[in-house]
């Protein structure tokens, strides 16, 4: 929940001292910290003059890798997908075929419990109804934090498709033409893992490693 989010990013602030913080955010993870960022204002309305949150460690970037800014569009397009396995792999199979494809690629973790359950898109979702549109980002995303760097990343196989993280190229827009608001330093970047479904990290962890690496690597540079 919110909630714990700022409960985790206080007590690394407070309790170990941490005085900055990159934020990654993976699949519906991330979909919690967008909404703290942005609707629940996490680190305060920072505009010029006034303070940001003092509780918590001063947000350097953000990273979401595999989060749908649209569970409506992310449900519709695993639709597509599963329609898809079913014309390859038959009905019998279409569900095993479609979690190998998209989540979890050759990996025995999660997509075994999948592969065995009856899963439908349309029914299982954790979330439903939940949206945040590109108009709102790129309005929202500098006072929310400061305009800090942005990285969308996705498996090549993920289920959550580009159509389902189109929002997050508001943050782009939103640098774009507002690139004096706050003195914003910051650069927005899409990157896509290959060969990779959802659990990319588990699936290639030392891709993911070098690309959260170089990823943060950049954002150092960028405040020098």
């Known amino acids: 929940s919110v909630r714990d ?7 690394l602030q407070e309790k170990l001292g941490e005085v900055e913080v990159h934020l990654v955010g993976h699949g519906f993870g991330g979909v919690v910290l967008m909404e703290a960022l942005l609707r629940h204002q996490l680190w305060g309305q920072v505009a010029p003059g006034l303070p940001s949150n003092l509780h918590l460690p001063k947000l350097q970037s953000i990273c979401l890798i595999g989060t749908p800014s649209s569970t409506g569009i992310l ?3 695993s639709c597509k997908l599963l329609k898809e396995a079913t ?5 019998a ?3 095993e075929y479609f979690w190998h494809q998209h989540l979890n690629s050759g990996v025995s ?21 939940w949206e945040m549109r590109r108009e709102e980002v790129a309005q929202q995303y500098l006072l929310a934090t400061r305009g800090v760097p942005f990285l969308s990343a996705r498996g090549e196989r993920d289920f959550v498709t580009n159509r389902c993280m189109e929002a ?4 782009g827009d939103a640098f774009a033409t507002n690139r004096h608001v706050n003195g914003s330093q910051g650069f927005f970047q899409e990157e896509q893992l290959m060969n990779c479904g959802h659990n990319a990290h588990l699936e ?3 891709a993911c490693a070098s690309l959260i690496g170089d990823w943060l690597s ?5 405040r020098d």
């Open 93 to 95: 199979r279409a569900v």
């Open 109 to 129: 973790t999660l997509a075994e419990a999948y592969m065995t359950s009856s899963w439908q898109p349309w029914n299982h979702w954790v979330m439903r109804g």
């Open 168 to 171: 997050w190229q508001g943050v």
């Open 5 to 11: 989010l700022e409960e985790i990013l206080e007590f």
């Open 218 to 222: 950049s954002v150092e540079v960028s």
């Open 75 to 77: 449900r519709s397009e």
């Open 87 to 91: 014309k390859v792999a038959g009905r």
């Open 204 to 206: 290639d962890p030392e």
